[in-house]
């Protein structure tokens, strides 16, 4: 499988044309046997605080894509930041290891107090 590198995956973000978040929800009256359903509405949690958008089915398709757009946002950034997780811990490791090979004999110390 070829892994796409971080120019990649940010070109692709940056093509993402809109995002939308929450969970979208189908729901019907049981009272209202003769009204068009079903209908639909957006939640999304923020600052703290549940809120619910009520989508119109003109609406539908483009909240249905928005939602689409934000769940390839997420697992493209996951991917970013993954790669960038195991280029940072290899950077860290490589940096280790140089450390470790300048100095091969320990150091002597001579006290200036002679």
């Known amino acids: 499988m070829n892994t796409p590198d971080k120019h ?8 993402i044309s809109a995002m939308e978040r929450g969970r979208l929800s189908a729901y ?3 009272d ?3 009204q068009a359903g079903p209908y639909h509405k957006l939640q999304s949690w923020e600052s703290g605080k549940n809120h619910t958008r009520y989508v119109p089915a003109d609406e539908l398709p483009a909240v249905e894509a928005a939602l689409a757009g934000y769940a390839q946002y997420e697992q493209l950034t996951r991917q970013y930041a993954d790669l960038v997780i195991a280029e940072t811990r290899q950077n860290i490791a490589s940096k280790k290891k140089t450390s470790r090979l300048k100095s091969s004999s320990p150091r002597i110390r001579r006290s200036s107090s002679s």
């Open 8 to 15: 990649q995956l940010l070109k692709q973000i940056s093509a």
């Open 32 to 34: 209202r046997p003769g």
């Open 28 to 30: 019907s009256f049981k």
